[in-house]
């Protein structure tokens, strides 16, 4: 499973890269929001640190005026995937742009039926939320597995990124499905690597190195 950052915080971006841990950046107005900085601006910065898709999401609501943002993402950097929502004029949007060659992302994802619809779009990525279903009572793990059953039933190549993700588990769980991509804030990522028994045994261990006078360098 390819690991996505989904922030546009640049350090944190740079950390993970870094480590060789990431495959590529999702961001979204709320993200951009967050950094405080232009939207053209910090996707051209994070396309220059970054060499796998870093989605950046358009704002207009008609497919036209989706259309023309998404050229315009487009040209900033050859690793930007345009964001498109699932709504009827984003898959028309999607269908253009990915037509041109451009890689797309149809983001808000929240039913089967929408993930076949943007895969017969020509999506590139199709990003069902599991978190925001999580938070209405809905297991968003399921929707993963049922776009990954129906993908696999007709061969489409669209990639499943699951998005909104919230907790390790949710991690986890998604590679077992067999999502191909998952996008996580950089501290779920980095949760990723604790463990209670990991913290207790290296107590222990350090313990003892210090009773022994354990000195390596
Ligand atoms: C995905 O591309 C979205 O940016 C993101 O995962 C949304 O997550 P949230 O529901 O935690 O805002």
Not at 50 to 66: I, K, N, R, T, Y
Not at 73 to 89: M, R
Not at 152 to 163: C, M
């Amino acid at each position: 499973m390819k690991f996505f950052v989904d922030t546009a915080e640049i350090d944190a971006i740079a950390e993970l890269n870094d480590l060789g841990m990431l495959d590529g950046v999702t961001t979204n107005p709320s993200l951009i929001m967050k950094s405080g900085r232009d939207i053209l601006e910090v996707i051209k910065e994070i396309c220059d640190l970054v060499s796998g898709p870093v989605s950046a999401e358009v704002v207009a609501l008609e497919a036209e005026a989706m259309i023309a943002e998404g050229r315009k993402l487009a040209g900033i950097a050859e690793n930007i995937a345009v964001k498109v929502p699932l709504t009827w004029d984003g898959l028309k949007a999607c269908k253009v742009l990915s037509g041109e060659g451009k890689m797309v992302n149809v983001t808000l994802c929240f039913s089967a039926n929408q993930a076949l619809l943007a895969a017969k779009a020509g999506a590139t990525f199709i990003s069902p939320f599991i978190g925001r279903l999580d938070d209405i009572n809905i297991d968003g793990l399921d929707l993963i597995a049922d776009i990954r059953e129906i993908y696999d039933n007709y061969g489409f190549e669209t990639q499943i990124l699951a998005a909104s993700i919230r907790s390790p588990n949710h991690m986890s769980e998604c590679a077992k499905i067999g999502a191909d991509v998952a996008t996580a804030p950089p501290s779920v990522i980095k949760a990723m690597a604790n463990h209670v028994l990991t913290d207790k045994g290296l107590e222990g261990f350090l313990k003892d190195a210090a009773k022994a006078g354990i000195k390596i360098v």
